[in-house]
C-alpha cells in the first residue's frame, strides 16, 4: 500500500517543548522534504505539506504530515516520495557515514541538526503511515556523528561531476552555487561557479553537463561539492551517446538492449 503521510514525533525530556523549537523542527522537516522532491524531479507540481493531525501521546507531541490534493499533472503518490526517502535516508544515516539516495548534503546537515536536543525537545522520530505506521527511526547521536562524516571532505582530487543542472543561487562570494543531480548514484552535488562562467552555466542550466574541477569527496568516495572550472554540456537522452554493444562488444547481446544509464545502474546495484 502507498504512502499516505509521514509521521513527526517530538520527544519531551522533564520540560514542556518550547513553541520555537518545535517549529523549527517541523520548518527543518518540510525543508528537507522539498530538497529531496528538487532532486527526486527537476520540473513539476510540488506538494503543499499539511497538519493532518496533531495530538499528545504521553510525553511526545505527535504530528502527521500529508500533501494537499491539488488537480495536476503529476501523481498522487509521487508526491510522496519525499517522505519515503527521508525516513529511509534516516535509517541509512544511523548505520553509515553516507549521503543517502536523493539527498543532498544540505539535507543530511538538516537531518542532523534535529538530532541534538534543544529547547525541551530531547528527541525526533520519523516514520511514513499508510493507515497503519510504518517502522520507526529515531534521529540519535549515531545519526549525527555519521551525517558529519558524510559531508565532511575525506579528499581533494582534481576530477569531474555529471548530471541534470539546477538549483542556482548567489553566494555573494564571486561565485553561484548549483545543484548537480547525479543521475546513477541518485544524489545531489553542490557546485560553485565563478560569476566569469555565467554565460556558459545560462547555456547548461536544467540540461545534463559533466562540470570539471576541485571535487570534494567523502570517506565512502562520494563527491559531495566540486568547484567548477569547466562546464561541457552533454547529449539528450542516448542521442551521441555509446551504444551498451559499443562498450561491450562481443557481450553485448548480455544486457538484451539495455540503454547505457540502465547498463550503469545494473552494475551499481550488483
Known amino acids: 500500500m502507498a504512502t499516505t503521510g509521514l509521521e513527526v514525533r517530538v520527544h519531551e525530556g522533564r520540560e514542556r517543548a518550547e513553541v520555537s523549537r518545535v517549529a523549527h523542527t517541523l520548518n527543518t522537516v518540510v525543508w528537507s522534504l522539498r530538497e529531496i522532491d528538487r532532486v527526486h524531479l527537476l ?7 499539511v497538519m493532518a493531525d496533531m495530538e499528545r501521546d504521553a ?35 544511523q548505520r553509515e557515514p553516507t549521503v543517502p539516495r ?49 559531508v565532511k571532505p575525506f579528499e581533494v ?10 538549483g542556482l543561487r548567489d553566494t555573494k562570494k ?13 544524489q545531489a552535488v553542490d557546485g560553485f561557479v565563478p560569476e566569469a562562467m555565467t554565460e556558459e552555466l545560462r547555456h ?15 570517506s565512502r568516495g562520494q ?3 566540486i ?7 552533454l547529449p539528450e537522452g542516448n542521442a551521441g551517446r555509446p551504444s551498451t554493444e559499443a562498450l561491450l562488444g562481443a557481450g553485448a547481446n548480455w544486457l538484451d538492449g539495455l540503454t547505457v544509464d540502465q547498463l550503469l545502474e545494473e552494475l551499481e546495484s550488483g
Open 43 to 49: 520540473r513539476g507540481t510540488r506538494a503543499t505539506w
Open 59 to 93: 510525553h511526545d507531541l505527535v504530528m502527521r504530515l500529508e500533501t494537499r490534493f491539488v488537480p495536476a499533472n503529476r501523481d498522487h503518490d509521487d508526491m510522496l516520495v519525499p517522505a519515503v526517502a527521508l525516513v529511509e535516508g534516516a535509517e541509512v544515516l
Open 102 to 150: 536523493l539527498f543532498a548534503p544540505s539535507t543530511v546537515q538538516r537531518l542532523a541538526s534535529l538530532a541534538a536536543p534543544a529547547g525541551g525537545v530531547q528527541g525526533v522520530t520519523l516514520a511514513t503511515y499508510n493507515g497503519a505506521l510504518n517502522s520507526r527511526v529515531e534521529l540519535t547521536d549515531g545519526l549525527r556523528v555519521h551525517a558529519s562524516q558524510a
Open 157 to 166: 582530487t582534481h576530477g569531474s561531476v555529471s548530471g541534470m543542472l539546477s
Open 174 to 186: 564571486k561565485s553561484l552555487r548549483v545543484t548537480v543531480r547525479d543521475e546513477n548514484g541518485k
Open 204 to 218: 547548461a542550466w536544467r540540461h545534463r553537463v559533466l562540470l570539471s574541477g576541485k571535487v570534494k569527496r567523502n
Open 223 to 225: 563527491a559531495i561539492r
Open 227 to 233: 568547484d567548477v572550472d569547466r562546464i561541457e554540456r
